[in-house]
């Protein structure tokens, strides 16, 4: 996998236009890119469109939960519009579905194991009889057997899940936050650097680049450390 590819740019801005001059200004060095929800409607899957066929890769991250029927036919139209990674809720249905929609495709579904804005005791608050750690790895394994191409974790769960799924996941994180930068709303976080030397495939990373005022410059001390 070429180095600047495992560098995945949260592209969480408010419009098409602030996104475009963001991938202008990050260059070369921006090889691959997330669009979530904040972009997604207000033109921002027309753009999944516009950057693939410019050669980058785009992540699709809008969580995708519903019943299988739905599900399946949603992601199956998705995969035509050239992202190379798409989330969906890792519930075992769900995770069918999609991995069925996306058959025969270039799309690679990703299971959602828990937001790495949650901790235990959030959890508890929703009504589930088990912590983080433990339910992480029920869904890496659920993630897995459903053909999946990967997982959504933290990169304090890296270690748990490679002990369940071995190299049988993508493990892409998300609560990225280099030395000194701004914790934001995410609880479970760690460093660009140790989360690659603990097994993560991609790190998905977006204040910390978009929201300064040299984005290139801190995409490029990223790239340097996790090199």
């Known amino acids: 996998m070429p180095h600047r590819d495992r560098i995945i740019i949260a592209l969480d ?34 753009l999944v469109r516009e950057l693939s066929a410019a050669g980058k890769k785009v992540f699709i991250d ?11 036919k949603g992601v199956g139209q998705i995969a035509g519009m050239g992202a190379r990674y798409l989330t969906v809720h890792a519930y075992p249905q769900t995770l069918a579905a999609a991995a069925k929609g996306a058959a025969g495709s270039n799309l690679g579904v990703l299971g959602v194991s828990v937001m790495t804005s949650m901790d235990d005791s959030d959890l508890a608050r929703a009504g589930y009889g088990m912590g983080v750690k433990d339910l992480v790895v029920r869904r890496a394994r659920q993630t897995y057997e459903a053909g999946c191409a990967g997982l959504i974790c933290s990169a304090t769960d890296l270690e748990n899940v490679r002990e369940a799924v071995g190299h049988g996941l993508k493990l892409i ?9 701004d914790v934001g709303d995410q609880k479970r976080i760690m ?13 998905v990373i977006g204040r910390p680049i978009t929201g300064v ?15």
């Open 13 to 46: 801005l408010p419009g098409v236009d602030a996104a475009r001059r963001m991938v202008e200004t990050l260059g070369d060095d921006g090889t691959f890119y997330k669009i979530g929800y904040e972009l997604a409607f207000v033109g921002g899957l027309d």
């Open 62 to 72: 809008l969580k995708l939960h519903d019943i299988p029927n739905t599900i399946e």
């Open 173 to 181: 994180t998300p609560g990225i936050r280099p030395s000194g930068a």
């Open 191 to 203: 460093t660009p650097g140790k989360a690659m030397a603990l097994g993560a495939d991609h790190l």
């Open 213 to 227: 005022s040299d984005p290139r410059g801190a995409l490029r001390s990223i790239l340097d450390e996790v090199g």
